[in-house]
């Protein structure tokens, strides 16, 4: 059996069969999977053999038989949990010798990067993390533009993102704050670590709007000014979007021109993972500046609509939001 011995937490979730596509994709093997919900027929299209688990507590008891017994080793574990968990898993995969592949957010608050900087050092492992838009061609080729371009100047940014959820999600761990740190956190965290990786650090951050299904801010980066708004609303929806049968709405606009990356994402796990071993990839300092903008975002009192707000704040179906 050749390749790297990979462990998956989460394995019923959302996210997890692009884990799946990627570590069979990087010729690896799955040896253990974890849910505590058992739908995970998916197990069947990528690796049929898995030992998979209900209960943590079995899980990591075969994990350390496996390497105790057997002699088999768990290289990583890559975490596709409840972001409140992410914490947690992380450093059980460091204290079992395993390097951590975690999905974003990799913690919720700031405070908690501090102490899985010191395991990893006392573990001699590593935390990954999954920044899947810095290998976007059209992010890659912003940040190049950028880059090159006058070091000077001042970018004028609108990004928007809406993502309809149906309402499983308010019933779901996603719609509890306390578990997943909210919308801004659920489906915004990238986009603000990109953002952070072409434009610099935060100066400015100021929240105009934030509910259980939308969030709307203005960020000042070093050489960015960002109007931004994300939802999980379908009423936010643009007509045209909806007259078309579609669900998803995403835009970034840099002065006034579109960036296109509406395609492009199918592969952005597997090419993650790749980067990873070959001991590349991204990791707890790399992901800090997005971790502490959600935190911000998070704690922020409302303010109220002057100077510069994202142009969707002015629609009808918002109005409601500030009565």
């Known amino acids: 059996m050749g390749g790297k011995n990979f462990a998956l937490m989460g394995a019923a979730g959302y996210i997890a069969p692009k884990h799946l596509k990627a570590i069979r994709e990087t010729n690896n093997n799955l040896i253990a999977a974890l849910d505590k919900f058992d739908s995970v027929g998916i197990l069947d299209s990528y690796f049929p053999n898995t030992d998979f688990f209900v209960e943590f507590e079995r899980f990591d008891r075969h994990i350390e038989k496996l390497q105790r017994r057997k002699g088999i080793h768990t290289d990583y574990v890559s975490i596709c949990t409840p972001n409140y968990l992410h914490d947690s898993h992380i450093r059980m995969a460091l204290r079992r010798g395993s390097d951590a592949i975690c999905e974003k957010p990799l913690v919720l608050n700031p405070w908690n990067i501090k102490p899985l900087i010191d395991i990893e050092?006392?573990?001699?492992?590593?935390?990954?993390?999954?920044?899947?838009?810095?290998?976007?061609?059209?992010?890659?080729?912003?940040?190049?533009?950028?880059?090159?371009?006058?070091?000077?100047?001042?970018?004028?940014?609108?990004?928007?993102?809406?993502?309809?959820?149906?309402?499983?999600?308010?019933?779901?761990?996603?719609?509890?704050?306390?578990?997943?740190?909210?919308?801004?956190?659920?489906?915004?965290?990238?986009?603000?670590?990109?953002?952070?990786?072409?434009?610099?650090?935060?100066?400015?951050?100021?929240?105009?709007?934030?509910?259980?299904?939308?969030?709307?801010?203005?960020?000042?980066?070093?050489?960015?000014?960002?109007?931004?708004?994300?939802?999980?609303?379908?009423?936010?929806?643009?007509d045209e979007i909806k007259e078309k049968g579609q669900r998803t709405y995403r835009s970034i606009e840099v002065d006034g021109n579109a960036i296109e990356f509406s395609t492009g994402f199918t592969e952005l796990h597997t090419e993650s993972y790749k980067g990873i071993l070959r001991g590349e990839g991204y990791g707890l300092v790399d992901a800090r500046p997005s971790i502490e903008i959600i935190h911000d975002v998070r704690e922020a009192e409302i303010v109220s609509l002057k100077g510069d707000y994202h142009p969707f704040l002015k629609k009808p179906t918002l109005e409601k939001q500030y009565a």
């Open 121 to 238: 050092k006392e573990s001699g492992n590593r935390v990954h993390t999954i920044l899947q838009l810095r290998l976007h061609p059209s992010i890659l080729a912003l940040k190049e533009q950028v880059d090159n371009g006058p070091k000077d100047k001042i970018y004028d940014i609108d990004l928007t993102y809406l993502t309809s959820r149906g309402s499983w999600y308010n019933s779901s761990w996603k719609g509890d704050v306390s578990k997943s740190g909210g919308v801004a956190t659920n489906i915004g965290v990238h986009f603000f670590d990109m953002l952070c990786w072409i434009f610099g650090g935060v100066t400015d951050n100021r929240v105009h709007l934030h509910t259980k299904d939308s969030a709307a801010g203005y960020l000042e980066l070093e050489r960015a000014r960002v109007r931004w708004f994300l939802s999980i609303d379908y009423a936010n929806i643009p």
